[in-house]
């Protein structure tokens, strides 16, 4: 389909396994974002990526958390040492411009990490 | 500081009530953009509105009316004659200018009941 696409959908690890999800955004849009959403809350913002650069890592939760873009489209978020607290719905999301200031992005469907 | 209220947790309405969620918003910029979104149990984040902050105007599009007033902060959403397919979470988020993200409130769960 023209949306952005997450895969898995749904993913299931030990505690300290490592974890690696997938976004496609849509084709030609430039930035690209991950969001963590914890069970009945907002999502909150984790990484910004415009084009292949990775502007703003601010929301990283801690150095176990990895995003790459290395071609400018497809973007991997990797979690290593899977911790219990990881366990969230992880959102992509992606625009046609620069940024999220004026611009709607649109999401995926997210993956949904469990962490047993 | 960037902040979005949305205190009403949980509404619940009969099919053909009109129901008005609030979105109370923080920030010091004078340049900023909010935004609405509705999640249905599918988990997708489906893109509704964006209004710029230079633009008080009200928008109406089809039941969807949204209400924007600077003076106090709010950026509320009013669905019209409500139908089962409304049923959603819904939420308002704020982006400064600049800024490389969105700031969601926590969500309004609305069930609207035949």
């Known amino acids: 389909g023209a949306g952005v696409s997450q895969s898995p959908r749904y993913k299931v690890a030990k505690r300290g396994q490592d974890v690696a999800l997938r976004c496609d955004p849509i084709s030609g849009h430039v930035s690209l974002f991950w969001y963590q959403q914890a069970l009945g809350q907002g999502p909150e913002f984790l990484t910004y990526f415009q084009n292949e650069a990775q502007l703003d890592k601010s929301g990283l939760p801690s150095d176990r958390f990895f995003a790459e873009r290395p071609e400018g489209s497809v973007s991997t978020l990797k979690i290593q040492r899977t911790q219990q607290e990881d366990s969230a719905v992880y959102l992509c999301?992606?625009?046609?411009?620069?940024?999220?200031?004026?611009?709607?992005?649109?999401f995926g469907d997210g993956t949904r990490l469990s962490i047993l | 500081a960037q902040k979005v209220t949305q205190a009403q947790t949980e509404i619940s309405v009969v099919e053909k009530e009109d129901v008005t969620l609030d979105c109370v918003y923080e920030?010091?910029?004078?340049?900023?953009?909010l935004f609405w979104y509705k999640q249905p149990p599918s988990g997708e984040l489906v893109f509704l509105i964006r209004?710029?902050?230079?633009?008080?105007q009200n928008e109406i599009s089809g039941r969807y009316s949204w209400n924007f007033q600077k003076s106090t902060s709010s950026f509320n959403f009013t669905i019209t004659a409500s139908q089962v397919v409304d049923s959603a979470v819904y939420f308002c988020?704020?982006?400064?200018?600049?800024?490389?993200?969105?700031?969601f409130g926590q969500g309004t769960r609305l069930t609207i009941n035949p």
């Open positions: 999301a992606s625009s046609e411009g620069q940024g999220a200031y004026n611009q709607p992005q649109h």
């Open positions: 209004r710029n902050s230079f633009d008080e």
């Open positions: 920030t010091r910029d004078t340049t900023y953009y």
């Open positions: 988020a704020l982006s400064e200018e600049g800024a490389q993200k969105l700031v």
